[in-house]
């Protein structure tokens, strides 16, 4: 049976991060959430350190095929590096502080910036199946109904209560990867857009979908 909360106390938090920083040596600066199938993101990383997340205190575990379901940390280009093989979804049953459990214990290990991947459906007529989009910006539906994973009392330490959303993913980097996939000749399946979040888990009625293709989204995902 799932319980569902809208807070997890700090405590937790706490021991979660000391439980890692006590059994790896890495402090890595930069986490990367791989969404199905984007495990193999972690390959690359030497100096590898893993931790299934069944053994990690209060993390949540994966249900979902595709999410490998451990947290790797390890060195990429120089760079200390967390990858998370495998992500949480609300439509597990898990409340959204839980899916966003693991975001906060990077915080907390001093990860300064995130990087989140998943497959997610496309609605832009100019895409294609395999494209990778950019998020620029996106539509938390969810969030709209009150599902929101910060909900309940605000803990400073992760952010201030009301925070500003205009400018939720970095400019420099999506210009950096915007810069690289010329670089690479990868700009006919390299593109920018706008990503809707819903609950899932069922995927759009065409209906739907035309509908979200109306608001200004890109791709859509669960
Ligand atoms: O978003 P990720 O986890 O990549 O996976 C997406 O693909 C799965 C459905 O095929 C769902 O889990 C959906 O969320
Ligand atoms: N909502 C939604 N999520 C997805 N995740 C992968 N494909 C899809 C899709 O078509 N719709």
């Given at each position: 049976v799932h319980t569902k909360s809208f807070h997890i106390h700090i405590k937790y938090y706490n021991q979660t991060t000391e439980w890692l920083l006590s059994r790896t040596r890495h402090r890595p600066k930069i986490a990367v959430v791989c969404g199905?199938?984007?495990?193999?993101?972690?390959?690359?990383?030497?100096?590898k350190e893993i931790f299934p997340y069944a053994d990690i205190p209060n993390f949540p575990v994966s249900t979902v095929?595709?999410?490998?379901?451990c947290l790797v940390f390890g060195i990429l280009k120089g760079k200390s590096c967390v990858f998370m093989q495998g992500r949480f979804h609300?439509?597990?049953?898990?409340?959204l502080c839980k899916v966003t459990f693991p975001v906060r214990i990077f915080k907390l290990l001093g990860v300064e910036t995130l990087i989140v991947t998943n497959a997610s459906g496309g609605l832009c007529p100019d895409f294609k199946v395999g494209d990778i989009m950019l998020i620029k910006d996106h539509i938390n539906l969810p969030g709209f109904a009150g599902?929101?994973?910060?909900?309940?009392p605000n803990d400073e330490r992760f952010g201030i209560r009301f925070p500003c959303m205009?400018?939720?993913?970095s400019k420099d980097l999506r210009k950096l990867a915007l810069d690289i996939s010329h670089e690479l000749d990868y700009t006919n399946f390299v593109r920018e857009g706008v990503y809707c979040m819903v609950s899932g888990p069922n995927f759009e009625t065409i209906a739907e979908a035309r509908m979200l293709q109306v608001l200004g989204c890109d791709s859509v995902d669960i």
């Open positions: 199905s199938g984007l495990g193999l993101l972690a390959d690359g990383v030497t100096n095929p595709g999410h490998e379901g609300l439509y597990e049953g898990y409340s599902q929101h994973p910060l909900c309940g205009s400018d939720a993913y």
